[in-house]
């Protein structure tokens, strides 16, 4: 039997005995680097202590109360920030049924019932929609002033600076090329050996001076402006001479054969009565885009009654535009149709009358045209007095708690700046208590 050996562990203070081997292991706590016969632990306790020796030796044991304490560390930090709200939710009164405290990021959402106050009574409701508050007392009895010797505000150089687009879609074009005389007798060519039909010599004769006499001028006329002109010696182009005294073989022979030319010719007499109708339209708009600029120039130079004249009469101009834009207009009637067939006279007078043309959007010229005309009232001393004539009245129904008349004379207050800004900030109020009482 092997003999046995008393030893002690350093690490759980644990005595037993154990054969003697290299490693030992403590039954207590399992260590091995800890477990010491305990004969050497006697002499080590009698040796003298040096400074080596009277080090404890190394050992774990140290690790458990560290992590403890990190951990208590770590608890305290986290609840640290949230021990404010769980005291005043303790503070609050215990709920009802039916009530839901909402814990939402770590923070107690307040109770739908209203909380108690100091002396224990319910604390007063919250205000209701509709009810009028300090502040809002203060916006009704607060009074604007405005001195028409004032310099420009940001917000009225800004309206002064801004520049409404306005553009017009109108473009002066043909739907096709003119023909030259070259084309017009190569087609004339090409049709009779398609329809295996020779013209006479005569009559070749009588088509080219027509085209020489009218279509050709009418180019001319068009390149030159004259609408007018060029689609009359257009619509005369059409008056070709009789391919024989039966219309019914002329209209069989000639004009079919010269269909091409009548068909791409009416398209551009369709064209030049567009651009005429059109043409009255863009009259308006080019006056309409020059008062503005003149408008402008007004303004910049601190000419405000002038300024005012000039916006007046654009506005007038402008809706005199729109009342002709919703009307259907035909282009004049043509000054001479005579040798021109009737099938193709039927057809001239369809497209005599073409669809509605689109005018240019004129709302955001017209909203900074107003917005400008404002601006240069709110610099006229008798328009600035009537404005604050109406301000003063409307400040005495405020006052007399007339609420309905002392909105509609607010309402009426457009310039200048700080009396319209103030006017609508009472006006929102009033607006408020009406709908208290309703």
Known sequence: MAKMIDYYCTHCGKNFQAEEREIIECPGCFWST?????????????????PESS???????????VAVIAIIIAVVVFLLPRLGGVLQSLKRPSKSAGETLVVESGQIAEPAKAPANAAGAPAAPAVPAGTVTPQDEQVLAARASVDPQRELSPEEKQILDANAPFRTGFVEKLPSQAWTLENFEQMVGEQERFYKIQFPHSYHKKLEELFKATYLPAMDAFLAGDLMKARDLWVAS??????????????????????????????????????????NFRTREEAITAGYAQFREKLNARAWAEAIDIAGKAEKDMDELDKLAAQESAAPDYTNTAGVDQD????????RTPSRPAVADMRALRADIDAKKQLAESFLPERVQEQAAAYDKALSLIASKNWKEAREQLEQIRFPLPLAQDAQAKIQVIEKLEKSKT
């Open 344 to 351: 193709i006279l039927a057809t001239l007078v369809d497209i």
């Open 55 to 65: 080090r404890p030796p190394l050992s774990l044991a140290w690790l458990k109360p």
């Open 34 to 50: 800890s477990v010491k016969k305990k004969e050497d632990a006697a002499l080590e306790t009698q040796a003298p202590a040096s």
């Open 238 to 279: 059409l008056a070709f001479p009789l391919y024989s005294q039966d219309v019914r073989k002329h209209r069989g022979v000639a004009l079919t054969m010269l269909r091409p030319l009548i068909n791409d010719t009416l398209s551009k007499i369709g064209a030049l009565n567009e651009m005429i109708v059109e043409q």
